[in-house]
């Protein structure tokens, strides 16, 4: 690390659909440079700071100085809806490493109804649901016939969107005539489509995952606490409440870390973890977010590769309740990206270059 770490973030956005739409999560972003250079510099490393806003900026910010690793947290670019997920591909074409996943992941699981299809076909439970398409300016959008649909209450939410963006207390649809005005809503709001699906009433448990020593190491099981939420408020995080803090009892995503459950179904949850970082390709570090129905039958509900580092998400948060330093898991990242960065120079394998073994 003798060169030091570029720690790479997006911009706010130009484009007006995210515009104020997207100002908290933008400053999240923010929050979790500072808590990685706080890290870095914690154990010594320089770091420097470069953001980017389009993806044809990415070289420039690189070539500016003499680091050779990326950690990555860009989230966004303005652009194609998938062009933030190229970043990992055009460093490592470049003779950059790069922290987190890969572009393949990041492309999978930004697509929830791609990443659904996958982590079915691995034999995870997943929400049965539709993808409805915008309609084509000048157009109708094909009927779709009722039989489509799971029946009983319906969440709807954009489908390639990380942090809860597009998702209001109005994404959960109990009366099928709210249907189309919900759908509408993420078509007119994000200008993507919108995935439909089966809500899943129940526990929601979020699961951080790490890589240590090559190994895929889920940490001790989080539960959203909806006992804090307001009588009548639908039980699922949405925008506000995971970044607009007072939301909830001036809690942020409030969490209950490690959860009420018994040792049985904890490893429980963290086998699906386990098997979702493994269907997805997931690398260094992801959550996976599920919800357990009333038979205790356990959902993935998202994969979320890269995921927030800033100091009050999920993932620091279960360091912290597994007694890991944060400084230690992120020097334990940049390690990985460096000796992927070897990896593809001299032809070595994972295994040869200890990939995930830094403490």
Known sequence: MSGGVLVLH??????ARFRGACAASDDGVMNAVKHVVGALAERGVRARVAGVRVLRDLR???????????????????????????????CRALGYGCTGGTTECLVLTLDKNLAKARLASHG???PPGIVVPPRRRGGRRPARAAPDLPPGPLFVKPL?????????????????????????RVHAGTGQPALVEAYIEGREFNLAVVERRGEARPLPVAEIDFALFPAGRPHFVD???KWRPGTIGGQMSPRRIPADVDAATARRLQDVARRAWAACGCRDYARIDTRMDADGTVFVIDVNANCDLSPLAGLPAALAAADLPFADFVLAVVANAECGMRSAEYGMGSAECGMGSAE
């Open 10 to 15: 997006n911009l706010p956005s130009k484009e």
């Open 124 to 126: 995870l439970d997943v």
């Open 160 to 184: 390639a969107s990380d942090g809860s963006e597009g998702i209001d207390a109005d994404s959960l649809v109990t009366n099928r005539g709210q249907l189309a005005a919900a759908v509408e």
């Open 60 to 90: 420039t910010a690189l070539e500016a100085g003499p680091e050779r690793t990326v950690f990555n947290l860009v989230e966004r670019l303005d652009g194609g809806v998938q062009d933030a997920n190229c970043v990992p591909a055009v």
């Open 239 to 241: 925008y506000d409440i």
